[in-house]
């Protein structure tokens, strides 16, 4: 399933003019070589509440971002599938259980129980997996994340989780800067608000990542398996 360029979720909202603006952004997508699968903060926390509009549930809950993060549950687990089949590595980042220091300067809806920062059940990790504990946004910064991936001779990320406007941007954007090629998989990302997801990934998709369909992603990771 080939898209165009701009054949995305942001094509509600972004207006024909803004599009001509950034037209020397265009140009042809793809998943790296060597590549992994960077799962940004799939946690616990974020889906408590369960299917419902973040606004409707953020007083009990307020890490949770609702039906957004439910409806990224069945592609993100597609993904998985395809990652784990080709035998691709798999790197996860959480928070950190305990910790002075937090990723934004939200003041409410940290984790108090001792599961909160559990990778959520669906997404659990596997033997081999590799977890990076993080106290910033980006799962680059104060982490051993750079090591990891020259171990393992990584040169580019596909990257699902939340959130689009906080730790996937902050996190793809200094992949880009450490010379990563990015791609991130547009269902398997979300946030607790659609217009900063629209916006971010359409800002994301022109200037450090390629913003590509779960289904392209899995066609590819299909294809290094049956090269392999």
């Not at 003041?107 to 997996?129: K, M, R």
């Not at 990076?132 to 946004?137: G, L, N, P």
């Given at each position: 399933m ?7 979720c ?12 950034y ?7 793809c998943?790296g ?12 926390l ?6 419902r ?13 609702g039906?957004?993060a439910?409806?990224a ?8 599938a ?6 691709i ?6 928070a ?13 809806g ?9 990778i959520y ?11 990076i ?15 990891e ?11 699902c ?29 979300f946030?607790?608000?659609?217009l900063?997801?629209?916006v971010?990934?359409?800002?994301l ?13 899995v066609a590819?990771l ?7």
């Amino acid at each position: 399933m080939k898209q165009g360029f701009e054949d995305h979720c942001w094509a509600d909202i972004v207006s024909d003019e803004i599009l001509k603006v950034y037209e020397p952004y265009h140009r042809d997508v793809c998943v790296g070589e060597r590549p992994a699968l960077l799962a940004i903060d799939l946690y616990n926390l974020v889906y408590k509440g369960g299917e419902r509009d973040p606004h409707e549930i953020i007083d009990e809950f307020p890490s949770t971002c609702g039906r957004y993060a439910w409806e990224a549950i069945e592609p993100t687990k597609q993904l998985f599938a395809a990652a784990r089949n080709a035998g691709i590595p798999v790197l996860y980042t959480t928070a950190p259980t305990t910790s002075d220091v937090v990723a934004t300067n939200r003041q409410s809806g940290l984790g108090t129980t001792d599961n909160d920062y559990e990778i959520y059940e669906a997404f659990a990790p596997q033997e081999g997996d590799i977890m990076i504990v993080k106290e910033r946004a980006s799962a680059f910064y104060g982490t051993p994340i750079l090591p990891e991936l020259n171990r393992l001779s990584i040169n580019s990320l596909i990257v699902c989780g939340e959130s689009t406007s906080g730790c996937v941007r902050a996190s793809a954007v200094d992949a880009y800067s450490a010379g990563y090629h990015v791609s991130i998989a547009e269902e398997c990302v979300f946030d607790r608000s659609i217009l900063s997801h629209k916006v971010n990934l359409f800002d994301l998709h022109h200037k450090y990542a390629d913003v590509m369909p779960v289904a392209d992603i899995v066609a590819h990771l299909e294809h290094l398996l049956a090269a392999a």
